[in-house]
C-alpha cells in the first residue's frame, strides 16, 4: 500500500512537474500577472467605480489562480522545502501570501490595494530576462553605493561652500547646506541650473566655474561611472545566463572547457591502462 501511494505521488509530482515547465502555462500565468496590474490601475479611474463588484470579483478570481499556480509549483518539487531554496520562489509566495489580505474591509482596504500594486512584480521572477535584469541590478548596487558615498562628500562640500558665498544672494536656495545640497541636486539634473548661475553671476561673475566644476564632475564622471558599474555587472549576467542555457560565445565556451575535460579524462584513463598492459 505504501509502495503504491509513493507510486501515485510520484506520478503527480511529475505531472505538476510538466505542467509547470508548460510553456502556455507560462504564457497563461503571465497574461494573469498583466491583467492584475490593469486591474489595479483601472481602479484609480473614478469612472470605474460602478464596476466595483465587477472588479472585486475578478481580483478574487486572480488571487484564487495565482494561489493555485503557487500551490502547483509547491507539488512540482520532489521535496516541500526544495520549493523555498530558490529565492525567486520565496518572493513569489509572499506576494501570493499578501494578495489574500481582504480588500473589502474598511481596516484594510488601503493595505490590500497597496499589496496587490505589487503583484506586477511576479513578471520579474516569471520573464528569464527580467530576472537577469533584476540580479545585475542587486549585484551593482553594493559597488553603486560606493559612488554614491562619494557623490554625497562632493555634494556635501559643494554644498557648504556655496552656503557660505551666495546664502545673502539668495536665501532659499543656499540658506543652509541642506537646502543647498538640494539645489545642486536640481542642478546636477539640469533643472532650470542658468536662472541659479546668472543670479549669482551679478554678484559674482566668476561664480560661473563653481557650476560647471560641479556638473562636469557629479553629472559627466560620476554618472558615467554607475553606467560602468551597470555594464560590467550586465554583461557578467548575460555571459552567466548563455552558459546556463548553452547560448552565445558563453555557452560554446562552456562546451568546449566540458569538452577538453572529458578529452582529458579519457586520455589518463588511457594512460592507465597502457600502464598497466606495460607492468603485465
Same mark, same amino acid.
Given at each position: ?5 509513493? +507510486? ?64 502547483? &509549483? ?6 516541500? &522545502?526544495? *520549493? ?37 512584480? +511576479? ?7 527580467? +530576472? ?6 542587486? =549585484? ?23 552656503? *557660505? ?70 554583461? =557578467? ?16 565556451? =562552456? ?12 586520455? +589518463? ?9 606495460? =607492468?603485465?
Amino acid at each position: 500500500m505504501t509502495e503504491q501511494t509513493e +507510486r501515485v505521488a510520484a506520478g503527480l509530482q511529475q505531472r505538476f512537474l510538466r505542467l509547470r515547465a508548460n510553456k502556455a502555462f507560462e504564457t497563461l500565468v503571465i497574461a494573469i500577472i498583466v491583467l492584475s496590474a490593469l486591474m489595479v490601475g483601472a481602479k484609480t479611474y473614478e469612472e470605474t467605480s460602478r464596476f466595483d463588484q465587477a472588479l472585486n470579483l475578478l481580483d478574487w478570481a486572480v488571487t484564487l489562480f495565482f494561489v493555485v499556480e503557487i500551490v502547483i &509549483r509547491m507539488l512540482a518539487e520532489r521535496r516541500f &522545502r526544495d *520549493f523555498f531554496k530558490s529565492g525567486w520562489n520565496i518572493f513569489d509566495f509572499v506576494i501570493v501570501v499578501a494578495s489574500l489580505v481582504p480588500v473589502d474591509q474598511s481596516q484594510t482596504v488601503l493595505l490590500a490595494r497597496l499589496l496587490r500594486v505589487f503583484r506586477v512584480l +511576479r513578471l520579474v521572477s516569471m520573464v528569464p530576462e527580467l +530576472r537577469m535584469l533584476m540580479n545585475a541590478f542587486l =549585484k551593482a548596487l553594493p559597488r553603486m553605493a560606493y559612488v554614491a558615498l562619494f557623490m554625497f562628500i562632493i555634494f556635501y562640500i559643494y554644498g557648504a561652500v556655496g552656503s *557660505f558665498i551666495f546664502q545673502d544672494i539668495n536665501p532659499f536656495y543656499w540658506d543652509n547646506i541642506s537646502i543647498a545640497m538640494l539645489t545642486l541636486f536640481r542642478i546636477a539634473t539640469f533643472e532650470s541650473w542658468t536662472s541659479i548661475m546668472y543670479e549669482t553671476m551679478a554678484v559674482y561673475p566668476l561664480s560661473w566655474i563653481y557650476y560647471v566644476s560641479f556638473i562636469f564632475i557629479s553629472s559627466f564622471i560620476f554618472l558615467n561611472m554607475m553606467i560602468g558599474i551597470v555594464l560590467e555587472v550586465m554583461q =557578467k549576467e548575460s555571459s552567466a545566463y548563455d552558459a546556463e542555457h548553452d547560448q552565445g560565445e558563453a555557452g560554446d565556451l =562552456k562546451y568546449i572547457r566540458e569538452h577538453m575535460q572529458n578529452l582529458e579524462q579519457e586520455m +589518463r584513463e588511457t594512460r592507465a591502462l597502457l600502464e598497466q598492459q606495460r =607492468k603485465v
